[in-house]
């Protein structure tokens, strides 16, 4: 029996825009509100302007990245911001220390491991809680969102720690071919994780599980350690970007660091294209939606929109852009 | 439940597992508190108690209709902080105008929700997360960025500061009887099970025949009038309504809800389990600042944010393990 | 006879993909009807049109005397049509009851409902299929074959004028299908029109009046049921002249005398829990040893047991005379044994990933390098198990659940043969599958055995187990109580063996 | 009504309902109860509200159950908080209101409450305007203004005391004002944008000096030399401040300074004395500038 009966045969090639609004609704959202503020916002088409906008929206970046993978398997974690103030308080303990300002290459190095660590110690906490002991993932995720900035608190003593130590800061305010370091980092990232997506086991893994748990068991799939590895995988990019946002303002704040990062990240995997539900991992999704909300968010600051007026007009934005992404599925 | 072997209690147990560590857990803080603390039991402390969580009950009764059908609605406390506003404007005319024209406020915003969720098919968790961006938005406009009084003069502030017998706050009357109500409506009706059934699979009661989206529209619209309850009670008992409240108070819903046991996937859910959750997490709180009261330790916030993610640590533990005795009693789908 | 339903000329295509091209379907009042046609013919999306859950690019429908328009499957119901759809449809967390009444629940004062009067209606319907369960208890607690009943309970009871089952009977055994018969023809002795889609023909014979049969989207026939052959039947759906199709037997199990070799699974007293609580069962190398029970028996339960999904609380398994702990899938997966579950929709696939990456979802270990898919490779296997088993796909990038449901489980089938396992466990693997690919699967169980493999079938289709297997343990109440053996089984044996094993095993 | 009296005893205990410990300025003043809780010998009960009011509220609620001798409320808002008072006062426990008040037209000091201790928010911004308005030497200068979190009283006050002193001066246009979440990171996120839409800033006024702080990286980042091109004015008086004054990089910051655990503790003496108390014990702000930091940061917090 030959298939081609079930396809049929008017499919010209024409330039259809509803077509192109379904399939790249994110890329249309991106374009109508670059052509806003190319027009309207003063200065707008200026280096310096990429250079802001980069460096700002990277750590939402690279936290929605982590999101994407999480989401993907049918979780969420709330936690992220939490993380963030986390490692983020524990960086300056350690290149402050005795210990780090006596070997301060070492100090650095560890400023930068340590709270790694530490950031996928919660991922795994988070991980085994979801997986193992089988809590649905946004309790499993709340007890550290309440707790670990808690925690964090409690290593810095609740004070705002401030130092001067330009290699730390590095990560922050670096720039390589003029364009912020971070900026890299969170394209470097993306690159890696889309071919971890794409290319291998865990990647079809990581989709199968969102897809159908039960299947993805019954197929021999570890299920288990990779719903881990995706939340240890998250909580270390959120450590990262804890550590970008200390290093950017030389200074850790723990009661404020990653405040409200979470709500950011998850609005923009899904904006990306992500479902709540699982199965997708829109990774360069994830940053095409970190780059709306961020440019949203500049755009109604720079013309000046006042803070209640510019939360309302971002409410309608993420429900546009959403709609638009929604308008494929059916 | 309510239905024909309701006070099987041995029935009950097996099949909702999950909701009775919500219980054991609740009890077994009001006994530490009993025993450990002087004034803990006393008429003040209910009371008042009662009052402040009067607000978080009934917005998590009406979250858990939301979740029960596999939704989640992140908008209540911005909601509630908007409504608290618009009943603060409206107190002069008293309580009898005000509380139906605020909570009528709090289901516009459901409305708004369910036009979203089931008109232009937005996931829940992003149209009510504008949904709280545009409401916390909302209530600034309107204030004008400020805390608006209430009418101290007309009967408006009656309900969140007066008291039955001295005792028992007409804010906890109130709410306790919508709880009611929307407990026999969960249990009793067509529309509530039609609730539970969306949950346990939308594609399924749509083919059933049942009428999803009336249902869908309904708990949305639901928790953002209970939300509206919510904001009135705050505007009343606080004397003012504020456009700043109500942040977090989504995540103590869902906390609420779920270590009442529903699941957030849906199907499942039990209004009395989602009360006893309420009041399980609002001890908490109660029980730290009598923890301070002891002297022994000055417990600082910090040391209070890991405490409360440990007691919720505790609890999801337990609860994990009922659930896995369970399990292995007999197959669970 | 009056007409009650006249479908005419329906089109439907899913984003290009034709699934109907010029359907049409008249029932009349009173008769039970069958409809017939191979995996992807488009039963399912006529009725689903029907019934309002899609809706048709052309056509015409007639209901009850009058050119309608149903929308929705809501409207459907109020018009008169109850449905019981091909992948179960309930709500497996809600009781048994609730998936009975709901939506047409009784009420006290006309708001509240009344549950004891709802459990005792739910408990009524259920004893006319002879089962008297807890109706208290969550659905999902029961096996497949009680939610089917339950869906098949719902649909009857609610006073429909057309009730229309789609493979009603896939995960029914004998006695069961029988309770159904004797519902279906009160039905129609009530003047209820009933629309019946199986692929299990002889059932056709014993209820329906008359017979279409589909073939790639379009209605090719239209006959009465009396005086028709099996062979025409098929012939029809095939769109081949029967002598071809007159050859062979009606199983492609009837194949050469298999040789056995040593003993791949020997599993001694196995227990799980209180649904299998002593199994023994021993397979050799090229046999198929075929697991049979009643509802309930514990077949399931087996399949569970020896592939690791439930740990074992008693007994020991060995592989190859060496002891094996089996204590996940991945485990078992690693020792050479596969399992195709029978709930395909809930265990099987993963709806949103197309057929190549459902196809390829237990080889990837081994299609892996360092971490990374050999993407050449995998297509490369893929598209030789779709043309092997005939998969009909628009492409393997195809997401599964555009499929029709054979076609899934050709592919969830493929899945397994890709790990080329030394013991492939099969639940069910025919269920919802048309008598052609039928043939080619049992063709493929049979060329897999005579490698020199073992499987262990599991089946409640007689003719199939009968057929097909070497060996048949008979289980009950989760022991296995007798050993037949081929040749010399017959169905009556092997219905005389289940119907009497209560008093045996006592 | 008149106001409840307090006795004269060895240990009191004492009420101290914190409203929120986000930020340096609530911790340090946390800590300055705590640290006169021994010297003053108290028995402290100390809460911490999240930011929440209603959650403040509740949390005096549990203390009037505990039955505490005195209560140092520092009310989030004017006027949710009011009920608090009026419980506390009903309940016979004498109240101090530290840092901030409450609305004067439902509550009143040596009636509902004793007394505020605190300084004056309005008059935090006028004087950071007057400063300005004083050392800015150009012909026009084009501001930026960095609010607190919106709808919060700290941030309404600085902005209406700041925007009322300013437009005195016609050299002066505030060009934009905007939420920088009293943080710092927040801070320099909001001035990186403003800075790109108003590159012609000549005076950022900042509400406190963890924005300010956060502006001065924004301009360094961009390339700008603050305190040379772009002059930077706050409140608070924190160490970073006083460095950034020192390093030339700021200009001036208002003091407001947290240390209310001393003033509290002799207050509450001086009442229980039977002396009557002012209804407001106005706190000295002090004014930090090039002249005198250097000399002043060794006490900042
Ligand atoms: N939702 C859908 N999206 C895309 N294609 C679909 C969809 N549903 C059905 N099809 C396609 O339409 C065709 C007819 O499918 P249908 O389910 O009606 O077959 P069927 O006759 O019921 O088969 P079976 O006997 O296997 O159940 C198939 O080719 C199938 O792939
Ligand atoms: N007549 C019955 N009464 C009550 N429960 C039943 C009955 N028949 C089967 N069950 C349920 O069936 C389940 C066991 O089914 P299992 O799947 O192990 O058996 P099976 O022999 O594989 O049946 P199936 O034909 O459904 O595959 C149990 O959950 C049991 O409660
Ligand atoms: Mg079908
Ligand atoms: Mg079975």
Redo the contacts between chains.
């Keep these: 029996m030959s298939t081609q009966s079930y396809v049929s045969g008017s499919s010209k090639p024409v330039f259809n825009w509803k077509k192109v609004l379904k399939n790249h609704g994110g890329l249309v959202a991106l374009v109508v509100i670059l052509g806003f503020n190319i027009l309207v916002t003063p200065n707008f088409l200026q280096l310096q302007t990429l250079f802001v906008n980069i460096s700002q929206v990277a750590t939402i970046a690279i936290v929605a990245m982590g999101m994407t993978l999480v989401i993907a398997t049918g979780g969420i974690d709330l936690s992220v911001g939490a993380i963030m103030a986390l490692a983020g308080a524990i960086a300056p303990l350690i290149f402050q220390s005795e210990f780090g300002q006596m070997y301060p290459a070492l100090g650095v190095a560890l400023a930068i491991g340590f709270p790694l660590l530490v950031a996928m110690a919660c991922g795994l906490f988070n991980g085994v809680l979801v997986s193992v002991l089988k809590v649905q993932p946004i309790i499993a995720t709340l007890i550290l969102f309440i707790s670990g900035r808690g925690i964090a608190q409690m290593l810095t003593n609740g004070n705002l720690q401030t130092f001067k130590n330009p290699n730390f800061s590095y990560i922050g305010t670096g720039k390589i071919l003029g364009l912020p370091f971070q900026g890299w980092l969170a394209i470097a990232i993306a690159c890696v994780l889309f071919w971890i997506i794409s290319r291998t086991i865990f990647g079809r893994y990581v989709l199968a599980i969102g897809g159908n748990e039960r299947a993805a068991t019954l197929s021999g799939g570890p299920v288990r350690r990779v719903k881990i590895a995706v939340y240890i995988i998250c909580g270390a990019l959120s450590g990262l970007a804890g550590l970008i946002v200390v290093a950017i303002n030389s200074a850790s704040d723990a009661a404020r660091n990653g405040d409200l990062m979470e709500l950011d990240a998850i609005a923009a995997a899904v904006v990306g294209g992500a479902l709540l539900q699982g199965g997708r991992a829109p990774i360069f999704g994830a940053i095409l939606g970190a780059v709306i909300i961020q440019l949203v968010k500049y755009t109604l600051l720079a013309n000046g929109v006042e803070d209640e007026v510019a939360l309302i007009a971002k409410a309608l934005i993420i429900v546009a852009a959403v709609y638009i992404q929604q308008a494929r599925k059916e | 439940m309510l239905d024909s072997n309701a006070f099987d209690l041995r029935k009950y147990i097996s099949r909702n597992p999950q909701s009775m560590a919500v219980w054991v857990a609740l009890a077994a803080l009001i006994l530490f508190g009993f025993l450990r603390y002087d004034n803990f039991s006393g008429a003040y402390n209910i009371s008042s108690f009662l009052n402040y969580n009067s607000m978080f009950i009934i917005i998590s009764v009406g979250m858990s209709f939301v979740i029960m059908t596999g939704g989640i609605d992140l908008s209540v406390g911005s909601v509630a902080a908007f409504t608290s506003v618009i009943a603060a404007y409206l107190s002069p005319h008293g309580i009898e105008i005000a509380l139906p024209l605020a909570v009528l406020a709090g289901v516009a915003f459901g409305g708004l929700n369910a036009f979203f969720i089931i008109v232009l098919r937005i996931p829940p968790f992003i149209a009510t997360l504008a949904t709280m961006l545009g409401a916390k938005g909302g209530a600034l406009v309107i204030s004008d960025a400020n805390t608006i009084a209430v009418d101290w003069g007309s009967n408006f502030t009656k309900m969140g500061m007066e008291k039955i017998y001295n005792f028992l706050p007409w804010s906890i009357v109130v709410v306790g009887i919508v709880v009611i109500a929307l407990w026999f409506l969960l249990e009793k009706t067509s529309l509530g099970r039609t609730v539970l059934a969306i949950g346990g699979g939308e594609d399924a009661s749509m083919l059933m025949g049942l009428k999803v989206n009336r249902a869908k529209a309904f708990v949305y619209l639901l928790s953002g009038g209970c939300a509206g309850l919510a904001g009135v009670i705050l505007a009343s008992g606080f004397g003012a309504g504020q456009p700043l409240e109500g942040i977090g108070w989504e995540l103590t819903a869902i906390a609420s809800v779920v270590v009442g046991g529903t699941l957030l996937t849906g199907g499942l859910g039990s209004v009395p389990a989602t009360v006893a959750g309420a009041l399980l997490l609002g001890l908490v709180f109660n029980i730290l600042n009598f923890e301070n009261g002891l002297g022994t330790i000055t417990i600082s916030a910090y040391w209070q944010m890991v405490i409360r993610g440990g007691f919720l640590f505790a609890v999801i533990l337990f609860q994990a393990r009922v659930m896995s005795r369970n399990k292995r009693k007999g197959r669970v789908a | 006879m009056t007409q009650l339903l006249k479908m005419d000329a329906m089109q439907k295509a899913f984003n290009g993909v034709v699934a109907l091209d010029g359907a049409s379907l008249d029932i009349e009042k009173g008769e039970v009807h069958a409809l017939i046609g191979q995996n992807g013919a488009g039963k399912s999306t006529l009725i689903k049109i029907l019934t309002g859950v899609y809706h048709s690019d052309a056509g015409h429908v007639h209901f009850d005397g009058a050119e309608s328009f149903i929308s929705s499957p809501r409207e459907a119901q109020s018009a008169g049509i109850a449905t019981i759809y091909q992948e179960l449809n309930l709500v497996p967390l809600r009781s048994v009851t609730e998936n009975i009444v709901m939506g047409y629940e009784p009420k006290r004062m006309g708001v509240f409902i009344d549950w004891d009067e709802a459990h005792k209606r739910a408990r009524e319907i259920l004893q006319r299929f002879g089962i008297d369960i807890d109706v208290t208890a969550r659905l999902g607690s029961f096996s497949t074959a009680i939610q089917q009943l339950v869906a098949i309970a719902r649909a009857v009871s609610l006073d429909a004028k057309l009730v229309i089952m789609d493979e009603p009977t896939s995960s029914l055994d004998v006695s069961e299908v029988k309770v159904l018969f004797g519902v279906v023809r009160g039905l129609r002795d009530a003047g209820v029109s009933v629309l019946y889609v199986s692929h299990f023909l002889d059932e056709l014979f014993e209820i329906c009046d008359r017979v279409t049969t589909m073939r790639d989207g379009r209605t090719v026939d239209c006959r009465k049921m009396k005086g028709v052959t099996k062979l025409d039947l098929i012939s029809g759906m095939l769109g081949r002249a029967s002598s071809e199709i007159a050859e062979a037997g009606m199983t492609e199990f009837s194949g050469g005398e298999a040789k056995h070799g040593e003993v791949l699974l020997c599993a001694e007293n196995i227990a799980t829990g209180p649904r299998l609580t002593k199994l023994d069962i021993t397979v050799h190398r090229g046999e198929i040893v075929g697991l049979g029970g009643l509802l309930g028996s514990g077949r399931t339960e087996a399949a569970r047991a020896l592939f690791g999904i439930d740990a074992l609380t008693g007994g020991a398994v060995s592989l190859k005379g060496a002891s094996a702990r089996l204590e996940t899938p991945a485990a078992a997966i690693k020792a050479g044994i596969a399992l195709l579950t029978e709930d395909r929709k809930a265990e099987g696939i993963i709806p949103d990933m197309s057929v190549r990456e459902n196809l390829t979802l237990a080889l990837l270990p081994r299609l892996t390098r360092n971490g990374q898919i050999d993407r050449a490779r995998e297509r490369e296997i893929v598209q030789s198990f779709i043309d092997a088993l005939g998969i009909k796909t628009a492409g393997m990038e195809q997401p599964i659940r555009e499929l029709s449901g054979g076609n899934q489980q050709k592919v969830l089938l493929a899945r397994w043969l890709a790990v080329e396992p030394e013991l492939l466990i099969l639940d069910e693997p025919t269920r919802g599958v048309d008598v052609g690919a039928k043939r080619e699967i049992q063709a493929i169980i049979r060329d897999f055995v005579s490698k020199g493999f073992g499987v262990v079938l599991i089946s409640s289709e007689f003719e199939e187990l009968v057929e097909g297997a070497d060996r048949i343990v008979v289980l009950n109440e989760g022991r296995s109580i007798k050993e037949l053996k081929n040749p010399g089984i017959t169905e009556d044996i092997l219905v005389r063996a289940l119907a009497h094993t209560g008093e045996e095993a006592a | 009504q008149s106001l409840p009296p307090l006795e004269q005893k060895e240990r009191y ?1 004492v009420g101290f309902p ?1 409203m ?5 300025w609530r ?1 340090a003043e ?1 800590k300055s109860f ?1 640290d006169t ?1 021994e010297a003053c010998n108290w ?6 509200a ?6 403040q ?3 005096v ?7 505490i001798d005195v209560l140092f409320l520092p009310p989030r ?7 608090a008072v009026k419980k506390a006062a009903a309940a016979g426990i004498p109240t101090f209101l530290v840092d901030r008040s409450v ?1 004067p ?2 509550a009143k000091a040596g009636v509902d409450y004793v007394s505020f201790l605190g300084s004056d928010f309005i008059d935090q911004g006028r004087r950071v305007a007057e400063w300005t308005i004083e050392n800015f030497k150009g012909d026009k200068a084009v501001v930026v203004q960095l ?1 607190g ?4 009283s700290p941030a ?1 006050d600085r902005k209406k005391g700041f925007d009322d002193a300013i437009a005195k001066d016609p050299r002066f246009t505030i ?5 920088g ?1 009293f ?4 801070g ?3 001035m ?8 012609d800033v000549d005076v950022v006024y900042a509400h406190n000096d ?1 924005m300010a ?2 502006a001065i ?1 924004a301009l360094e ?2 390339g700008r030399k603050p305190g040379e091109d772009v002059l930077i004015v706050s409140i608070d008086g924190t160490r ?1 401040a006083l460095q950034a004054i020192i390093d030339g990089k700021m200009g001036v910051t208002v003091e407001s300074s947290p240390f209310f655990g001393p003033l509290a503790c002799e207050t509450m003496k001086r009442y229980a004395a039977g002396e009557e108390i002012e209804p407001w014990v106005q706190v000295k702000d002090r004014i930090f500038t090039q002249a005198n930091a250097a000399e002043n940061i060794k006490d900042a917090y």
Excluded: F, Y
Aim: hydrophobic share 30%; net charge negative; glycine share 6%.
């Design positions: 205990k914190q929120e410990s986000n930020n340096p911790i946390s705590v809780a028995d402290l009960i100390s809460t911490d999240g930011g929440s009011a209603a959650k509220v509740a949390d609620d549990s203390m009037i159950a505990q039955g808002e004017e006027k949710p908080l009011i009920p609305d037209n439902n609010e979190t919106t709808g919060s309404n060009v934009a004002s905007q939420t979440d943080a710092r990171d927040k320099r996120q909001v990186e944008t403003l800075l790109q839409a108003h590159p963890e702080i956060g990286q980042l961009a970073d």
